[in-house]
């Protein structure tokens, strides 16, 4: 990753913070979607097809003042192992078969020391790149801002202890984020053994005619995922651009700070005997504190499946869940699971639709707000065809035989290893059942109900204008006269519309209410919602404290 005091991100495409300006407050609202093969059968159909999904949601990205400047555009797919099988053989080296070996695009800047700097890291992670790959792109193309950055792509041909692939993909994802903290202009887009990464900042329609891989009829592959990025307030660069190593996203994290401080806090306390002492210690920060918000929801979802803690399915679950503390329906042990999932990791929530693959599951997952639309059908000849709107890829209505919309909390997935569409609820009650989660929480919880009972009510009369507990507490006549008493009498909230010109909080010489020094912040492009009492089915204003 390349850094100076000019900017950040890929070529210093960022610029630094300066004055009101915090890339901290960086946001996306984009257009996703995947074409997938149920029953894993790999085509170039489903890859053309992907082109016209991509291409029908331009509308949902973005471009700047010269219109061949895209805000950023990709593809995920299965790793393409006729096409380079036959690119790395020019290149004199025989490929192994599917699955024990890696590759991926990376973003290099001109020169060897990249390359060099990465083999070493490899070697001391006995890995062994054997070939680099220089990946063919139409630069033509491109606008002024783009060419500007423009990186050189190069695919390494990585090679390890393939008999063991956990093991395997867990020393990819050591060699991934060393590399990137490490080696200054280089980016991984991806770096595994099942699945590839073509993206840049492009617009959806460069994207087939940047990459000459994405039109080579040898380009096989069971499902494609694409992604058309609007950089809402902020600046379009190579590396932003989607899908990452494992996802898709359209919306915003906007417990992203919460989300980003809890997971370095925890780095303190991971330890996994999946990994070689130090090792895991050589990959934080997990979270690119530089990085977007769906970067970090990436970085976050790979590290929970590639240590072998959960699956792709249950890991979405964990990060992206239901509501479920108000929901009387939900049966008790996928409450339970949830209500430990809570413990252990805070909820990424947005309102953010989430579309993931690792090969062999790809899905959708919707978030408990629901204010991302996902629509998606079935047809005839096994295929589902899943997007932030209806009518990206033309189809006969005679050949589909399901479609529907993705409801909030939901997941949609498919098995491609099985053959099936997974159910949702079946999936999540098979996950809350393979442990004892309601036994777990009733021996360590401990809620505030248990500790204290509630105390008696107080009758002193003492009259209002002389009771000493409201200064004591802060409370002042226009508390009790403007705020209160509406609401003792009518049941509701004072409303006025003449505004709010009190001093702030922490400018007031007068001791002021705790909560009077907070202020809400509010997400770029959607609300989401911030009452507990009218909007108790998706929010909840408990919290758990202590050692996780």
């Known amino acids: 990753m390349s850094f100076s005091k000019k900017g950040y991100d890929w070529a210093d495409a960022m610029p630094a913070k300066q004055g009101l300006y915090d890339p901290s407050n960086e946001r996306d609202a984009c257009g996703v979607g995947f074409i997938i093969n149920i029953k894993g059968q790999a085509s170039h159909k489903i890859l053309r097809d992907s082109e016209n999904l991509l291409c029908n949601m331009s509308h949902r990205g973005a471009t700047g003042a010269d219109t061949r400047d895209g805000d950023g555009a990709g593809v995920m797919t299965a790793m393409p192992h006729q096409l380079l099988s036959r690119e790395f053989h020019s290149l004199g080296c025989k490929l192994p078969p599917l699955g024990q070996y890696s590759t991926g695009n990376l973003f290099v800047q001109p020169g060897d020391q990249c390359m060099n700097q990465f083999d070493s890291i490899a070697e001391q992670l006995g890995l062994h790149v054997v070939a680099w790959r220089k990946v063919p792109v139409n630069s033509e193309i491109l606008g002024p801002a783009s060419h500007s950055k423009e990186p050189a792509v190069m695919q390494p041909l990585v090679v390890g202890d393939w008999q063991e692939e956990r093991k395997f993909q867990r020393q990819l994802f050591i060699l991934k984020k060393r590399a990137h903290h490490e080696i200054q202009g280089l980016y991984v887009c991806s770096l595994d053994t099942r699945v590839i990464v073509y993206k840049g900042q492009l617009t959806p329609e460069q994207v087939p005619e940047y990459y000459v891989d994405l039109r080579d009829d040898a380009f096989e592959t069971h499902f494609a995922l694409v992604h058309s990025r609007f950089s809402t307030n902020t600046f379009?660069?190579?590396?932003?651009?989607?899908?990452?190593?494992?996802?898709?996203?359209?919306?915003?994290?906007?417990?992203?700070?919460?989300n980003k401080n809890w997971m370095r806090a925890r780095e303190g306390l991971l330890h996994s005997k999946a990994f070689n002492p130090g090792d895991l210690e050589k990959t934080f920060p997990i979270i690119d504190e530089l990085g977007s918000d769906s970067a970090a929801l990436d970085s976050v979802l790979e590290l929970l499946v590639v240590s072998g803690v959960m699956t792709m399915p249950e890991a979405v679950m964990v990060m992206v869940p239901e509501a479920w503390q108000n929901n009387p329906l939900m049966p008790a042990a996928k409450r339970a699971f949830y209500e430990w999932a809570s413990c252990v990791m805070e909820p990424w929530d947005g309102p953010a639709l989430?579309?993931?693959?690792?090969?062999?599951?790809?899905?959708?997952?919707?978030?408990?707000?629901?204010?991302?639309?996902?629509?998606?059908?079935?047809?005839?000849?096994?295929?589902?065809?899943?997007?932030?709107?209806?009518?990206?890829?033309?189809?006969?209505?005679?050949?589909?035989?399901?479609?529907?919309?993705?409801?909030?909390?939901?997941?949609?997935?498919?098995?491609?290893?099985?053959g099936v569409i997974v159910d949702d609820e079946k999936l999540k009650l098979q996950y809350a059942q393979r442990h004892p989660f309601q036994q777990w929480l009733d021996k360590y919880q401990i809620k505030l109900s248990h500790l204290a009972a509630k105390p008696p009510a107080i009758d002193d009369y003492v009259p209002v204008s002389q009771d000493r507990r409201m200064r004591a507490f802060g409370y002042s006549a226009e508390h009790l006269s403007l705020i209160l008493s509406p609401m003792v009498q009518y049941g509701k909230e004072p409303l006025g519309s003449m505004g709010n010109d009190t001093v702030l909080a922490c400018l007031d010489p007068e001791p002021r209410l705790p909560y009077e020094y907070f202020r809400e912040l509010f997400a770029q492009v959607t609300n989401p919602p911030v009452d507990p009492i009218r909007e108790k089915i998706v929010m909840s204003l408990a919290c758990h404290i202590g050692p996780e």
């Not at 998606?376 to 932030?388: K, Q």
């Open 236 to 258: 379009p660069s190579w590396e932003r651009a989607q899908p990452f190593s494992w996802c898709a996203h359209n919306g915003e994290i906007n417990t992203l700070r919460g």
């Open 354 to 418: 989430l579309t993931f693959s690792d090969g062999r599951y790809c899905g959708a997952s919707l978030d408990r707000n629901g204010l991302r639309p996902c629509r998606y059908y079935v047809t005839s000849d096994d295929r589902m065809i899943c997007a932030s709107e209806v009518g990206t890829v033309d189809i006969e209505p005679e050949m589909v035989t399901r479609k529907g919309r993705l409801m909030p909390g939901r997941m949609l997935l498919v098995d491609t290893m099985e």
